[in-house]
C-alpha cells in the first residue's frame, strides 16, 4: 500500500483500513478463487475491525473488486464508492475470449519468469506510456517485492475475462458512486464517458493518478468524501 501513503497523508485524522490485495504487499502469499471469495474475504476483514460505516475506494483491479463489492456483496454500512481507472465489465463475448487469452499469457509470464523483467514489460504497455523512466523504475522496485506465482494466480482469478458486466448495477447503486482518471488516461476516460460513469479528472495524471499527482487526487478525494451521505 505504498503507493497510497502520499494521497493517506492528508486524511491522518479520518480512520482508514488499507488492504493489500492477494498477492501483493502483506498478502504476498495468499490466494483466492474469484471475486465472490475475495468478497467473503474484505467482509471478514470490516467484522473483524468492527467497521460499521464505511467507503470503498480502489484503483485498477482494486477498482474493480470494489465495484463488485459495492454491487454485489457489501455488508451494511457502506457510504459511498469511489473508483480509480477500474473497468466495469465487457458486454461482449468476443473481448472476453481476446481478455482471457491475455491475461493468461500474462499470467504465466508471472509465473515463470522472474519478476521485475515482467514488469519491466507489463509497465511498457500502452496504458503506461506516460510513464517516464524513473517512474517506470520506481514501479518497479515497489512491485518487485511481490510474488510472482501468487500474482500469477491473483491475475487468473480476477482476470476481467471473468468479471461480471457491473455497468447496470452501477447505474443503480443507492450510495455516491464517482469515478476518478487521470487527464491524460484517455482510454479510461473514453471508457467512462461511452458508459456513462460519473467522471471527474485528476490534473497532471496517466492511469496511476493517485500516484503521479497525489496532492489533487487528495484534495478530489477531501471533496467528495466531506459531500453530505
Do not use: K
Amino acid at each position: 500500500m505504498t503507493d497510497w501513503q502520499p494521497v493517506q497523508q492528508a486524511f491522518i485524522d479520518w480512520p482508514m483500513l488499507s488492504i493489500d490485495l492477494p498477492g501483493h504487499g502483506g498478502s504476498r502469499e495468499q490466494r483466492v478463487s474469484g471475486f465472490a471469495e475475495l468478497s467473503e474475504r474484505l467482509s471478514a476483514t470490516l467484522r473483524h475491525h468492527q467497521i460499521n460505516h464505511y467507503w470503498l475506494i480502489g484503483y485498477s483491479l482494486g477498482g474493480r473488486v470494489a465495484m463488485y463489492y459495492a454491487c454485489r456483496a457489501a455488508l451494511p454500512g457502506l457510504c459511498g464508492l469511489i473508483v480509480e481507472a477500474g473497468h466495469p465489465g465487457l458486454t461482449d463475448e468476443a473481448q472476453r475470449q481476446a481478455r482471457r487469452a491475455s491475461d493468461r499469457l500474462w499470467s504465466s509470464r508471472f509465473r515463470d519468469l522472474p519478476l521485475s523483467s515482467v514488469l519491466e514489460a507489463w509497465y511498457r504497455q500502452p496504458l503506461f506510456s506516460d510513464l517516464t523512466g524513473q517512474q517506470r523504475n520506481e514501479l518497479i522496485d515497489c512491485r518487485s517485492a511481490g510474488h510472482g506465482p501468487s500474482l500469477a494466480a491473483m491475475l487468473c482469478a480476477t482476470s476481467l475475462s471473468q468479471q461480471p458486466n457491473l455497468l447496470p448495477e452501477l447505474h443503480q447503486l443507492a450510495v455516491p458512486f464517482n469515478y476518478l482518471c487521470g487527464e491524460w488516461d484517455s482510454r479510461f476516460i473514453a471508457l467512462a464517458t461511452a458508459s456513462r460513469l460519473p467522471l471527474q479528472t485528476i490534473p497532471g495524471a496517466g492511469h496511476n493518478a493517485h500516484r503521479a499527482n497525489p496532492v489533487a487526487f487528495s484534495d478530489r478525494l477531501t471533496q467528495l468524501l466531506r459531500q453530505p451521505v
